[in-house]
T-cell receptor, first 113, second 113 residues
Framework: EAQVTQNPRYLITVTGKKLTVTCSQNMNHEYMSWYRQDPGLGLRQIYYSMNVEVTDKGDVPEGYKVSRKEKRNFPLILESPSPNQTSLYFC????????????FGPGTRLTVL | QKEVEQNSGPLSVPEGAIASLNCTYSDRVSQSFFWYRQYSGKSPELIMSIYSNGDKEDGRFTAQLNKASQYVSLLIRDSQPSDSATYLCAVNRGSSNTGKLIFGQGTTLQVKP
């Protein structure tokens, strides 16, 4: 089944404890992106990757890191999480560009205490 | 001014009516526009994309784009209770080759039986 998977789906952590949210797609898509969704603010892009080894900042990259070492994986790293990073996170992928249909993962709900 | 603006709603329509959802954007260079539907607790899914001025129809859905006025709209004909969801307008910032996608905050649609 073609899909985007994220792990974990739910995570409660404490301030300053490094964490990684994994994202993997099995559709051989070039483009991948991370978003966070907060009430009243909609979806905001954190980072995106047009291809392997190519990443760029979205609108809200502060406090996040990403890497794209292989086409199928695009992990999101929070080196020192803070409470303002409590949010619902979505990973998405598309065949070549964001103008192609984007397929979203199921979301990761993160709470930072 | 937000880059992509939507009325958060809720927009309430009776079953069988036409629902009209509107979105304005500020970047005149933008070329690609999208409507995503998000059911409560679920991931966004693409329902329409539009790139040229005018109307684009797909079943009960019609997307309308007016680049001169910088707005894009979505009409849902014969609205059904299953259409009740949040509708997200998204704009590819700049040319179609950029990786940045900007979302509005979403409009909640309620279709009452």
């Amino acid at each position: 089944e073609a899909q985007v998977t994220q792990n974990p789906r739910y995570l409660i952590t404490v301030t300053g404890k490094k964490l990684t949210v994994t994202c993997s797609q099995n559709m051989n898509h070039e483009y991948m992106s991370w978003y966070r969704q907060d009430p009243g603010l909609g979806l905001r892009q954190i980072y995106y990757s047009m291809n392997v080894e190519v990443t760029d900042k979205g609108d809200v990259p502060e406090g996040y890191k990403v890497s794209r070492k292989e086409k199928r994986n695009f992990p999101l790293i929070l080196e020192s999480p803070s409470p303002n990073q409590t949010s619902l996170y979505f990973c998405a992928s598309s065949p070549a560009r964001p103008t192609d249909t984007q397929y979203f993962g199921p979301g990761t709900r993160l709470t930072v205490l | 001014q937000k880059e992509v603006e939507q009325n958060s709603g809720p927009l309430s329509v009776p079953e069988g009516a036409i629902a009209s959802l509107n979105c304005t954007y500020s970047d005149r260079v933008s070329q690609s526009f999208f409507w995503y539907r998000q059911y409560s607790g679920k991931s966004p899914e693409l329902i329409m994309s539009i790139y040229s001025n005018g109307d684009k129809e797909d079943g009960r859905f019609t997307a309308q784009l007016n680049k001169a006025s910088q707005y894009v709209s979505l009409l849902i004909r014969d609205s059904q209770p299953s259409d009740s969801a949040t509708y997200l307008c998204a704009v590819n910032r700049g040319s179609s080759n950029t990786g940045k996608l900007i979302f509005g905050q979403g409009t909640t649609l309620q279709v009452k039986p």
